[in-house]
């Protein structure tokens, strides 16, 4: 299994809050994609890195930052939560090219109240 | 836009049974791949495929990649109560030299095997 960690795993925060979600991995993979699960959209793309301090928009960013100042650790905050953000989000790496073969983290559930 | 579509959405079957799920699309893709995803976790690779026609197995599971690469289906022979959770595909754009950065994902499978 790819080692990927996120934390925290469980986060209930409260409207207007801002949140850090943290994704560290221990492969050296070059990329990081940040997604967030909620049913009846699937996984949806939230931002992903291919490089240290290199980042882009996924199909869902608004509301949503990410910083990659070291190629071990993704962060992705939200400067100030809203109920519609309550999802679970995933943290995935990448360093195959051809197929982009990409392996998940464990998740963070989070609730915005 | 890319575009997955699996089939069908949710399937409850009884263990012993054989089933198939599908993944399809109108576009190209350069390589496809299939994850399973139990409750509370994170989608798990189970295979990848890049040549059109392709076919893997792996133990009761046989992954196969259309020939045009515009879809794959999972076929599961004997389903065991293990084989329970959520089936997703991802497609990778045409490789087109440079980084493609970006998968699209079907929304999945929910597969039931009761004992």
């Known amino acids: 299994d790819a080692g990927i960690t996120q934390s925290p795993r469980h986060k209930v925060t409260e409207t207007g809050t801002p949140v850090t979600l943290r994704c560290h991995q221990t492969e050296n993979h070059r990329y990081m994609y940040w997604y967030r699960q909620d049913p009846g959209h699937g996984l949806r793309l939230i931002h992903y890195s291919y490089g240290v301090k290199d980042t882009d928009k996924g199909e869902v960013s608004d509301g949503y930052s990410v910083s990659r100042s070291k190629t071990e650790d993704f962060l992705l905050t939200l400067e100030s939560a809203t109920s519609s953000q309550t999802s679970v989000y995933f943290c995935?790496?990448?360093?195959?090219?051809?197929?982009?073969?990409?392996?998940f983290g464990p998740g963070t559930r989070l609730t915005v109240l | 836009t890319q575009l997955l579509e699996q089939s069908p959405q949710f399937l409850s079957i009884q263990e012993g049974e054989n089933l198939t799920v599908y993944c399809n699309s109108s576009?190209?893709?350069?390589?496809l791949q299939w994850y399973r995803q139990e409750p509370g976790e994170g989608p798990v690779l189970l295979v990848t495929v890049v040549t059109g026609g392709e076919v893997k197995k792996l133990k009761r599971l046989t992954f196969q990649f259309g020939d045009a690469r515009k879809d794959s289906s999972l076929h599961i022979t004997a389903a065991q109560p293990g084989d329970t959770g959520l089936y997703l595909c991802?497609?990778?754009?045409?490789?087109?030299?440079?980084?493609?950065?970006?998968?699209?994902f079907g929304k999945g499978t929910l597969l039931t095997v009761n004992p």
């Open positions: 995935a790496i990448s360093d195959d090219r051809r197929t982009d073969t990409q392996y």
């Open positions: 991802a497609g990778a754009p045409p490789w087109s030299g440079g980084s493609n950065y970006k998968l699209t």
């Open positions: 576009s190209v893709f350069s390589s």
